[in-house]
C-alpha cells in the first residue's frame, strides 16, 4: 500500500505574519515550519500502516514549497514517514492553489509510476491561507473520490470509513480507495517525533524535484498563472483598547448590562 | 444582464438565509438565478422563499440519484449548469462541503475561486479577512467564471420581488462522482437557539467554566444567542467540537461576542476577531482577550453573568 501524505511549510501562526509588496504571503522574514493542521495527516498515515501491521506499507511524505520548505518533509520524517519528496522550483512562488493542486497531482502521478498510489492524506486546512480546497482540487485532477474532515479514520483491505461531525448531524462516510482524505485535529494528537526517529530520518530518502521532472511548464505555475488577482491588503486597525472594569460585589454585572444597553443590545 | 447562480443553502426545502445574504451580493453582479439542489418535494417552497429576495429563475436539479453522495456530484451538476446558462460568476454558502464543491468546480470550469469572501462590490471584487483575522484582502478571479463562497452575515438580505421562474434542470452524473457516500447519518439535536455562524449574537464559554456551562447558555438564551466554545472547554470534552470557535472550529462575525473564561489565544482570536462588538468576562486581568474588547469585565463569571442575565431580562420585560 502506498500512502502518500501532504505537507506544508507556512509561516509561523504565532509570528507577526505579513505580505510581500507584490501581495504574496511572506514566507521568508517570518520563521517557518510544518504546518500544525498537518501533523494530523502524518499521524493518520502512520496509524493506518501501524493498524494494518504485516502489510507492506510505504508513507511518503510530499510538499510543494521554497528551499527551507524541506524542513515540513524533514519533520514528517522524523516522526515516522518512509521517505519524502520535496518539490522546489523558482516558477512555483506566488502559486495559487489551482497550480498547486496540479503540482501535486503531477508529483502524485510520478509517485504512483513505480507503485500505485491508493491514499492521499491531506490536513484540515494549511494555517496560512487556510482555504481547505487542495484536497478536493487534487481529488478532481486526479479523478478520485475525497472523503474530507475526519475526526475518525479506520480502513479494512481497500474500504475506508471515516466519522465527520457536520453542522446538522455525524455522519459515517464510506469509501474505495484510491481516494483522497483529509482529517481534523480532532482525529487524535500527533506524536513527538523520538530520539530514535530524529537520528533514523537522517537516513531515509528525500527527493528534490523540480518542475521540468514532472513535465509541468513553469508558465502554468506561480503568481502569473494564477487565477486570482490580490488589489490590495491592509492591517486590520487594532482595536481600540475599551472600558475595563473590575467586579466588585455585582458591580461588573452592571456596568455590563448598562454597556449591553447603550449599545442596544437590550 | 449576465445571469449570476447562487445555491440555495436549505435544509429539506427551508431556505437558510445566508441564501438570502448571497441573491442581494449576486443582485451586484448580474441578474440572480437561484440554484435547487435538493428532493422534488421541497423546491416549491425554496422557490417561494428566494423570490423574496430577487431571485429571477430558480433552478431545479432533483437529488434522487445523488443523495448521500458526497461533493462530486453535485460539482457535476453545478458544471453542467453553468456550461447551460453561462454565468458571470457562481456564489456558493460559505460551509465545508461547498467549498469542495467549488474547489472541484474550479478545476471543472478551470476558473478562479474565491472562497471564505465577506463582502463583494460590483465589479466582483471579494474582500476577505486573512491571518486570524489581521488582514484584509480584496481580490479579484481574472480566469473563467468567477466562483466565490461568502462566508454568513456578510451582507444585509434585502427583500425584493423576483420572476422565481421555476426552470427544472436536468444533470447527467458519472458513476465515477458516486463513489464516496455517507453510509450513517445521526442528525444532530436541535437546541432552539440560532446557528452559530449565523447568529447576531454569541456567548462563548471557555477553560474558566470549569465545565459548566449554565451561566454561558443562561446569557445567551435571555440574549436569543447562539453558544460557542473555545478549544481548551471542547478538548476538555465539555462541549462538542462543532461549537468550538477559532482556527480549527468555526469562525464567526457576529453584531455581539462575549467570551468568558477565555484566555484569548491567537487561535482563538482568528475565529472570533472581526466580530463588531466584543465583551469579556474573565478573573485573570492580564488575560489577552481583553486587549480586543469594548468593554471588558475583571471578574468570576458564574457570579456576573447570572446577573447580567437578570438584567437582561428584566429590561426585555
Known amino acids: ?266 | 444582464m449576465a445571469e449570476v447562480l447562487v445555491l440555495i443553502d436549505h435544509v429539506g426545502g427551508q431556505v437558510k438565509k445566508p441564501t438570502y445574504e448571497l441573491l442581494t451580493l449576486a443582485a451586484k453582479l448580474g441578474e440572480p438565478s437561484a440554484v435547487y439542489i435538493g428532493g422534488a418535494d421541497g423546491a416549491a417552497g425554496a422557490a417561494e422563499a428566494v423570490k423574496g429576495y430577487g431571485a429571477e429563475k430558480v433552478y431545479v436539479i432533483d437529488d434522487a440519484q445523488i443523495k448521500g453522495y458526497l461533493v462530486a456530484p453535485k460539482a457535476e451538476a453545478i458544471a453542467q449548469l453553468a456550461g447551460a446558462a453561462s454565468p458571470a460568476a457562481i456564489l456558493l454558502p460559505s460551509s465545508a462541503e461547498n467549498k469542495e464543491v467549488a474547489a472541484r468546480l474550479a478545476i471543472k470550469l478551470d476558473s478562479g475561486l474565491i472562497t471564505d469572501a465577506v463582502d463583494l462590490d460590483e465589479s466582483g471584487v471579494a474582500t476577505q479577512s486573512v491571518f486570524a483575522g489581521n488582514y484584509t484582502v480584496k481580490g479579484k478571479v481574472t480566469k473563467g467564471t468567477p466562483i466565490i463562497t461568502v462566508k454568513p452575515n456578510s451582507a444585509a438580505p434585502v427583500e425584493k420581488d423576483g420572476a422565481a421562474a421555476v426552470t427544472p434542470f436536468e444533470v447527467t452524473i458519472s458513476d465515477a462522482a458516486k463513489t464516496a457516500q455517507i453510509v450513517a447519518s445521526q442528525p444532530r439535536k436541535a437546541s432552539g437557539r440560532p446557528e452559530l455562524t449565523e447568529a447576531a449574537i454569541v456567548v462563548s464559554g471557555g477553560r474558566g467554566t470549569g465545565g459548566d456551562f449554565s451561566a454561558v447558555e443562561g446569557l445567551a438564551d435571555a440574549l436569543g444567542a447562539a453558544v460557542g466554545a473555545s478549544r481548551a472547554a471542547v478538548d476538555s470534552g465539555w462541549m462538542p467540537h462543532t461549537f468550538q470557535v477559532g482556527q480549527t472550529g468555526k469562525t464567526v462575525s457576529p453584531q455581539l461576542y462575549v467570551a468568558n473564561g477565555i484566555s484569548g489565544a491567537i487561535q482563538h482570536r482568528a475565529g472570533m476577531q472581526t466580530s463588531k462588538t466584543i465583551v469579556a468576562v474573565n478573573k485573570d486581568e492580564e488575560a489577552p482577550i481583553f486587549e480586543l474588547v469594548d468593554f471588558g469585565v475583571v471578574g468570576d463569571l458564574h457570579t456576573v453573568l447570572p446577573a447580567v442575565t437578570e438584567a437582561v431580562k428584566a429590561a426585555k420585560g
Not at chain 1, 155 to 170: E, F, L, P, W, Y
Not at chain 1, 193 to 198: A, D, R, T, V, Y
Not at chain 1, 223 to 241: D, F, I, K, M, N
Not at chain 1, 244 to 264: C, M, N, P, Q, R
Open chain 1, 1 to 266: 500500500m502506498n500512502i502518500v501524505v501532504l505537507v506544508k511549510y507556512v509561516p509561523d501562526a504565532t509570528a507577526d505574519r505579513q505580505f510581500e509588496d507584490d501581495f504574496t504571503v511572506d514566507r521568508v522574514n517570518v520563521d517557518g515550519l510544518l504546518s500544525e493542521l498537518d501533523e494530523y495527516a502524518v499521524e493518520q498515515s502512520l496509524q493506518i500502516k501501524e493498524k494494518r501491521d504485516g502489510e507492506e506499507i510505504t508513507v511518503t511524505a510530499l510538499t510543494v514549497g521554497p528551499q527551507a520548505a524541506e524542513a515540513a518533509v524533514r519533520k514528517a520524517l522524523q516522526m515516522g514517514a518512509d521517505k519524502g519528496v520535496h518539490v522546489v522550483d523558482d516558477a512555483i512562488a506566488g502559486s495559487d492553489a489551482i497550480a498547486t493542486s496540479l503540482v501535486l497531482a503531477k508529483a502524485i502521478e510520478k509517485l504512483g509510476a513505480e507503485t500505485k498510489v491508493d491514499l492521499v492524506v491531506g490536513g484540515l486546512a494549511s494555517t496560512d491561507a487556510g482555504m481547505s480546497v487542495v484536497p478536493a482540487m487534487l481529488a478532481e485532477r486526479l479523478g478520485l473520490p475525497q472523503v474530507t474532515l475526519a475526526s475518525v479514520v479506520e480502513t479494512q483491505g481497500d474500504q475506508i470509513r471515516i466519522k465527520r461531525d457536520g453542522d446538522v448531524a455525524t455522519e459515517v462516510i464510506g469509501g474505495t480507495l484510491p481516494l483522497v482524505l483529509s482529517v481534523t485535529d480532532q482525529s487524535g494528537e500527533a506524536r513527538y517525533p523520538s530520539f530514535k526517529g530524529i537520528m533514523a530520518a537522517k537516513k531515509k530518502p528525500l527527493e528534490t524535484w523540480s518542475l521540468g521532472d514532472l513535465g509541468v511548464d513553469a508558465a502554468q505555475v506561480g503568481l502569473g498563472a494564477a487565477y486570482t488577482a490580490v488589489e490590495e491588503t491592509a492591517a486590520r486597525p487594532p482595536r481600540t483598547a475599551g472600558e475595563i472594569v473590575t467586579d466588585e460585589d455585582g458591580s461588573g454585572a452592571k456596568a455590563l448590562a448598562e454597556f449591553l444597553a447603550s449599545k442596544k443590545f437590550i
